[in-house]
């Protein structure tokens, strides 16, 4: 079957066990149908992955044969900016696969934010995922999480969340009314644009009196007591939707590989599945290059960057020594130390797919920054003035290649994608607070936070209700 021509009609069922899961940790290699869930290796305990039979699959000879997707898009599945690319994560029948039209996403050149992170005029590109259906890249994992949870007759699914997965969750499980949502919070760390999309999609909110971490740890608990099926990015089936991100981009850049990508890093599942992406993609000969792949941390959140780059923790075929780990964990105990930086969606400590995140560093000679949460706004604010804008998170990917352009990492001629994550309405707190001419709301939100200027602000100017004098300020101002 390898390299046949796409079905013309729809999507064509496979033959059952083209897909399966298999343990990330080489040393035990246990394998898992894929019509079976489980938060972790049965054996070992270690992350699972998805695996493909690609000799039994009809993969297209040439990345650009999925252009024709574009002339069937009155097909659900190829309207679908994930399952779109079905032939590279064909783990459900077509019959099973859930969408709501996921994927519509956006590459934008932008000029005004390459000056700001030091690069040629039309080198940087922004990858908008906030153009989701619930405004966050995570909709692209979701809509194959929920697609596996329906192979498995599952009737809830949870997880823990910073926001957007349980934003989400709350959506696909309301849309789709075939499952019931069940998301755990911590306490006082979720924003408001976030929360509001899941107690509006009807969610079954618990909300924790601990942080991310705490919340993680619980729900894993739960959804094995109970029997849930869990959506957190443990899940291997999201990260596979999620490697669509890469091909869309892509895509766009009409199936050139850049020279990097950059990725905000939280729970590494964006990372992991991006790596996964061009192993694969570099396995089945669709691409003949690699691009180098940078994850920036949050300084309040570094986990990755004192792992990778400060102690020397390497995927190390496989067997990434991670005493290192669990050192480091320790000594974050005993100092009682809690993540904190005011991008929420990247505020977590222990990343679930850290093994996976450094393989993609290893497939993609990446490289791990951490950016401080006065870079993450002030190149907030670049994004924002120079296009449509993001969430706090998301702008780490600006601050991150501006800073590797400044250490010469990145030259000013490379060709650099920066992933935009969330959509700019999704915390308008931090936003608001970053404009302001109120000295006290700009301390409470972000002063706290070590942030000390809003260095591109754009403040609004108070006028008393008088035309002379609103007409004054406007002339003085423009
Ligand atoms: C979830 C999220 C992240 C973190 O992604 P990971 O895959 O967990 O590393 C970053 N930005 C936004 C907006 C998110 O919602
Ligand atoms: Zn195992």
Not at 275 to 284: C, I, N, S
């Amino acid at each position: 079957m390898a390299g046949t021509a796409l079905a013309k009609g729809g999507i064509k069922a496979l033959s059952s066990g083209v897909a399966y899961q298999r343990c990330l940790n080489p040393l035990c290699g246990a394998t898992l149908d894929v019509g079976q869930f489980r938060t972790a290796c049965e054996r070992c305990g270690d992350l699972l992955d998805i695996e493909y039979d690609w000799a039994r699959i009809p993969v297209p000879k040439q990345l650009s044969e999925f252009e024709q997707m574009w002339t069937r898009r009155h097909e659900p599945l190829r309207f679908s900016g994930v399952w779109r690319f079905y032939e590279l994560l064909p783990f459900a029948p077509p019959d099973k696969v859930v969408t709501v039209g996921e994927g519509q996403t956006l590459l934008q050149q932008a000029n005004d934010v390459a000056k700001f992170v030091g690069l040629d005029a039309g080198q940087l590109y922004l990858q908008y995922e906030g153009m989701n259906p619930s405004g966050s890249f995570k909709d692209n994992g979701m809509c194959a999480a929920f697609s596996h949870a329906r192979l498995t007759g599952a009737k809830r699914a949870a997880c823990a969340s910073t926001g957007n997965t349980s934003a989400s969750l709350s959506m696909y499980s309301s849309v789709t009314g075939l499952m019931k949502a069940l998301i755990f919070i911590g306490s006082g760390k979720i924003s408001y644009g976030k929360l509001s999309q899941a107690l509006e999609y009807g969610a079954l909110t618990v909300q924790i009196a601990g942080d991310f971490d705490d919340a993680m740890i619980r729900v894993r608990e739960v959804s094995q007591d109970l029997g849930i099926y869990l959506v957190n990015s443990i899940n291997p089936f999201r990260l596979e939707g999620q490697k669509t991100v890469m091909l869309r981009v892509l895509e766009a850049l009409r199936w050139q590989v850049p020279d990097w990508i950059v990725v905000p890093g939280g729970n590494l599942g964006n990372s992991s599945a991006f790596g996964k992406a061009f192993m694969e993609l570099k396995q089945l000969g669709l691409i003949d290059r690699l691009p180098r792949l940078a994850v920036i941390n949050a300084a309040g959140a570094d986990t990755l960057f004192q792992l990778y780059e400060r102690r020397g923790l390497r995927w190390n075929g496989g067997k990434p020594d991670m005493a290192i780990t669990c050192n480091y964990y320790d000594d974050l105990d005993s100092r009682k130390s809690k993540a904190d930086t005011i991008a929420s969606a990247i505020e977590i400590n222990r990343p679930v797919n850290l093994k996976k995140c450094l393989r993609a560093l290893d497939v993609c000679d990446g490289t791990v920054r951490k950016v401080s949460d006065q870079e993450i706004l002030d190149a907030k604010a670049q994004v924002g003035a120079g296009g449509i804008g993001c969430e706090p998170a998301s702008a780490a990917s600006v601050a991150g290649a501006k800073l590797l352009r400044q250490e010469g990492v990145i030259a000013p001629s490379d060709r650099v994608v920066c992933i935009l994550t969330g959509h700019q309405l999704k915390d308008p707190t931090a936003t608001v607070a970053y404009h302001t001419t109120d000295q006290d709301q700009f301390n409470e939100v972000l002063g706290s936070r070590g942030v000390s200027r809003a260095s591109f602000a754009n403040r609004a100017i108070a006028v008393p209700n008088e035309l002379d004098a609103i007409i004054r300020a406007i002339q003085l101002y423009s």
